[in-house]
Structure formats: structure tokens, C-alpha cells
């Protein structure tokens, strides 16, 4: 696996370290967050995205382990997150219809989450 920070190469390479993420459990998006008054209507949500970076997290610190809940007899726990910039997805294509193709012309914010999350990596490409 490839991150964009680790990538080198001339600018018409194939780029193809574009990641497919879920958001999961505690990231489910809420449909009504534009209406606080409104209950929450959680669901679960496909997001794409570029990876832009990996971090890898050890806590020695014993009182940090604790608040985070790992194990603090072990020394090996760490935590691997991701630094993905997301892709603005296009509206689908109504000829593509049934098909799990979607098309993006942007980038957009850039999140960290669990690399748990990580589901594949899709090649990207580019028209000439």
C-alpha cells in the first residue's frame, strides 16, 4: 500500500493509490444533521478517497493507554490511521445505472480515520 507522501514519480503516471473507506459503528452519518431539532437517522455510508498518509501509533504512556483502552499489561498495541483526502463524487450517470461506477472531478476535505476502514485500493484513470 502506497501513500501519496511516499509516492515518486513523474506527474503522468498512473496514480493508483485511491482508497475505498466505509465509514463504520461510531462513523455512521447522520441524514439529518442539517436539522438539529430533527432525530438522528443514522446509516451507513461508502466514501472514496486519495491516501495521503499512514501513521502508526504506540502509547507507552500507561495513563494514555488506559484512556484509550488498550491493553496495559501489553507493549505491542498500536493504532493505524489514515490520512485520506476525500473525492467529491459526481451525481451517477443514468446510462451506469446498476453499476457501482462512480466518477469524481475534485478533491476534497482531508479526514483521518481508522485504517481498519480501508476496504481496496482502485486504479485511477486519467483521459487523455
Known sequence: MWALSLKKGQDNTRDAIFVQFTLQYAMYVDENEQHPQREMCLHLQT????LEN????????????RALKLDAAADTDVIILA???MCNIAPPDPDLR????????NMGALHMIDALCLQCI???????
Not at 446498476?98 to 472531478?105: E, P, R, T
Open 47 to 50: 466514501f472514496y478517497g486519495q
Open 54 to 65: 499512514i501513521f502508526l501509533l504506540k502509547f507507552q504512556d500507561l495513563n494514555a493507554r
Open 83 to 85: 490520512a485520506v483526502r
Open 98 to 105: 446498476g453499476l457501482d461506477i462512480h466518477f469524481y472531478s
Open 122 to 128: 482502485v486504479g485511477e484513470s486519467r483521459e487523455a
